[in-house]
């Protein structure tokens, strides 16, 4: 059974940090690029990352680019967003996705 499981969202102020995990189990990680998204109230989702399987190439939206930074480890079936800078706009819940499986998402709140 394919499963992700997104966890590491919580409640921080403008220019804090978090670091989001997806848990991957049922399938190898590692052979596949997977992607972070996030939705906000009242707007649609939206990449957020992406990192490749092969060779680690990595892209971002311009909105989080020198910001977040997408990473994995294969040995440990997860996949990372370090957020650094958070700021109110960020809020959102986060999901990750690999060949057409979502996590259930976890939330991520930028206030002061």
């Known amino acids: 059974q394919v499963l992700l499981v997104e966890s590491g969202g919580g409640f921080v102020q403008p220019g804090g940090s978090l670091r989001l995990s997806c848990a991957a189990s049922?399938?190898?990680?590692?052979?596949?690029?997977i992607g972070w998204f996030r939705q906000a109230p009242g707007k649609e989702r939206e990449g957020v990352s992406c990192?490749?399987?092969?060779?680690?190439?990595?892209n971002y939206s311009d909105s989080v680019k020198g910001r977040f930074t997408i990473s994995r480890d294969n040995a440990k079936n997860t996949v990372y967003l370090q957020m650094n800078n958070l700021k109110p706009e960020d809020t959102a819940v986060y999901y990750c996705?690999?060949?057409?499986?979502w996590g259930q998402g976890t939330q991520v709140t930028v206030s002061s």
């Open positions: 996705t690999v060949g057409g499986y």
């Open positions: 049922g399938f190898t990680l590692g052979y596949y690029a």
């Open positions: 990192i490749s399987s092969s060779d680690g190439i990595t």
